[in-house]
């Protein structure tokens, strides 16, 4: 075997099933090594930060890690924005970047870089492989270590001379090889109790919940145990500002998100006598502004109930237990009424919410409607939301990807503006080419509409300059024919008659489609 095909079987005992792989030069013997590996799934984007993005959506919804391949460190650095979100959402993944040759690097050829120094911002742990005999047990400890953390990046910097070598497959039964760290942080002990009668001497509360998986504070059970405290308690709870991943729509408590700008947020956060953090962070402001502590909330005020990662739904389900709180009952939450004529974000957050599919995934990114959408899909069917959590954009669009590769039979939603889709617009390809079943949804207003709200804050003006800087107007893209070239389907509506048909037909078609959503 070749050192690149010993890795990708060390994936594969691993559990690795699928590569987002932007390859160049130094990664042709990787790709040829995937004529040996044909159960692992090699999906081709345009641009690293396609691939990154897609592996951080393809993780969010399995908890296990897809591998991307990516060219040299100027490829990786293609690829950080989106893995700086990914370690905000706490996404296992394993990057694999090919590098020159070993005896090839003193040279400092045109593409050398310092790739250990781009990949630790980015990663829970970085390796270079040292050899042939580190190929297979470097692969594993890379996969056992994204599970460290509540979920992390991990990345391999694989020269090209080892890919090419022969060498022996090591350890491809996945077993933990001696000497390498297999291990996983255990949650802190808990006390049910002890908690229960903090709660009950706290006056008012505040329970902020954090996303992540089935078992994270957003996840269906966590939040049922929420509301049967908030039922018994002078308490309320609120989704954390952008969470990783969240279930909601029908059956589930309507918890709306912390709001993003400061005084919405203090308006929340200020009458609680304890903020209670289920699996979130201590709330801050997303960026420093004049007159706001950046945190909103004092360590005096402040119950961590378990940190991000750890067993959400278990811990509240104790609580409410002992504290005998009744069962939860879900409550009728209508859906908003659909307004007619132009549309406006209100009106496409209603007629989405009607249209929704039982079990679908949104990816939501941009300001325009997601805040309204996330508003008003308490009513709509049970679907998952995922949301972009480090503030890197162009995270929509390759998550809504990763999702649909890793649950091909649950419709995704990416639900977008126009400016921060254009940061990944090469994923429409490999949406075309992997034919996968995503409806995007363009929010077309032709502007940076949130930079412009926050050259309005405190009620400045937007100057002439200002607005020609934050315009898309001249020229308008024309995301229809856009979408077209790169082989995906396409519609525009203007009114929420129009969408409502357009979202009808493209729920009962597979495969993936768009819908430019003129504002």
């Not at 090919?98 to 781009?118: Q, R």
């Not at 990763?402 to 921060?420: E, F, I, N, Q, Y």
């Not at 200002?466 to 024919?481: C, F, G, H, K, Y």
Request: hydrophobic share 45%; proline share 7%; net charge negative.
């Amino acid at each position: 075997m070749t050192g690149a095909e010993v890795m990708l079987a060390a994936l594969r005992a691993k559990g690795v099933s699928v590569c987002f792989a932007n390859p160049g030069t130094t990664e042709l013997d990787v790709v040829r090594a995937f004529e040996t590996a044909p159960e692992l799934r090699c999906v081709v984007g345009l641009q690293e930060n396609v691939c990154t993005g897609a592996a951080d959506g393809y993780g969010r919804m399995l908890e296990r890690p897809a591998a991307t391949l990516l060219h040299l460190g100027p490829g990786f650095a293609n690829g950080i924005a989106n893995l700086h979100n990914a370690r905000r959402a706490r996404t296992p993944i394993v990057n694999i970047i090919g590098d020159h040759t070993s005896w090839h690097l003193p040279y400092d050829a045109p593409l050398t870089s310092d790739i250990e120094s781009l990949a630790w911002p980015v990663s829970g742990w970085v390796h270079r492989i040292a050899g042939t005999a580190d190929i297979a047990l470097a692969t594993m400890e890379a996969v056992d270590r994204t599970r460290n953390n509540g979920g992390q990046g991990t990345t391999l910097i694989f020269p090209a001379d080892f890919q090419m070598a022969p060498c022996d497959a090591g350890a491809p039964d996945g077993a933990s090889p001696a000497g390498r760290d297999e291990s996983v942080e255990e949650d802190a002990p808990f006390d049910a109790a002890a908690a229960a009668d903090r709660l009950k001497s706290a006056g008012r509360i505040l329970f902020l919940l954090g996303g992540g998986g089935p078992e994270s504070g957003l996840g269906a059970r966590a939040q049922r145990a929420a509301a049967r405290l908030c039922a018994i308690l002078p308490a309320h709870a609120y989704a954390e500002t952008f969470p990783s991943r969240s279930e909601r729509g029908v059956g589930l408590p309507g918890f709306d998100r912390l709001p993003y700008f400061p005084e919405p947020a203090r308006k929340a956060l200020d009458p609680a006598d304890l903020v209670v953090l289920v699996g979130a962070l201590p709330p801050i402001t997303y960026f420093g502004y004049e007159g706001h502590d950046s945190r909103m909330v004092g360590d005096e005020r402040l119950l961590t109930l378990c940190l991000p990662g750890e067993n959400a739904a278990e811990r509240l389900e104790a609580i409410a237990d002992a504290l005998n709180a009744p069962a939860y009952t879900a409550a009728p939450v209508d859906l908003p009424a659909v307004p007619e004529g132009s549309l406006t974000p209100a009106g496409i957050a209603a007629v989405l919410a009607r249209e929704l599919p039982d079990d679908a995934i949104v990816s939501v990114e941009g300001g325009t409607c997601g805040y309204p959408f996330y508003a008003a899909s308490a009513g709509a069917r049970p679907h998952t939301a995922l949301t972009n959590t480090g503030g890197a954009i162009g995270q929509g669009l390759p998550v809504a990807m990763g999702a649909a590769v890793a649950c091909p039979d649950r419709k995704v939603v990416a639900l977008l503006s126009d400016g921060s889709t254009q940061y990944t617009v090469q994923t429409l390809w490999s949406l075309a080419h992997e034919g996968l079943d995503v409806v995007v949804l363009i929010a077309a207003n032709h502007q940076y509409a949130i930079l412009r709200n926050e050259l309005r804050r405190g009620g400045a003006a937007l100057s002439a300059q200002a607005e020609a800087m934050t315009s898309l107007d001249n020229p308008r893209i024309d995301w229809v024919q856009l979408a077209q070239a790169y082989g995906v389907s396409a519609s525009r509506a203007a009114t929420t008659d129009e969408l409502s048909e357009q979202l009808k037909n493209a729920f009962v078609v597979k495969g993936p489609a768009l819908i430019e959503m003129a504002l």
